[in-house]
């Protein structure tokens, strides 16, 4: 992984093979008391994707390579980071598809922005109502 810093802005370049959530985890272990948005395009292969249904993920699993068409999300660095990544992907016949991102590997590479929200300590707290952790500003 490669990681370039100005100012607010993060750039990751992940390589072929390296995992996509722990890579980010490395990347902002050190941000304290503030808030992250991220976005991101590449490839990914090995990877699993869920749809959230009441208090649980619907999963499915890909081997193959996709094209990473869009990825987003944020992260909640109050405490142990909590990364909450969606992804839309692309497979050979160009038919897209996505969800909640619940881990994977870079094909070829990746490259992931963060837009550091500096001074906005952040947390997920769980609702029972809900059954997730919802994002606190």
Known sequence: MQVALSGPVVL???????????????AVKDEKSTMLVMTGLGMVHDFEIGYFDR?????????????????????????????????????????????????????MSNEIGLLRLEGHASERKFDPDKKVGILQV
Do not use: N
């Not at 072929?16 to 980010?24: P, Q, T």
């Not at 980071?81 to 994977?104: C, K, M, S, Y």
């Open 12 to 26: 990751l370049r992940l390589d072929h093979g390296e995992d996509i959530l722990e890579s980010v985890k490395q």
């Open 55 to 107: 208090g649980t993920y619907l999963k499915k699993r890909i081997e193959e390579p996709c094209e990473l068409l869009a990825m987003q999300g944020s992260i909640a660095s109050s405490g142990e980071p909590r990364i909450h990544i969606h992804v839309t992907v692309a497979d050979t016949e160009h038919r897209a598809f996505g969800g909640h991102l619940i881990g994977g590997k870079a094909w």
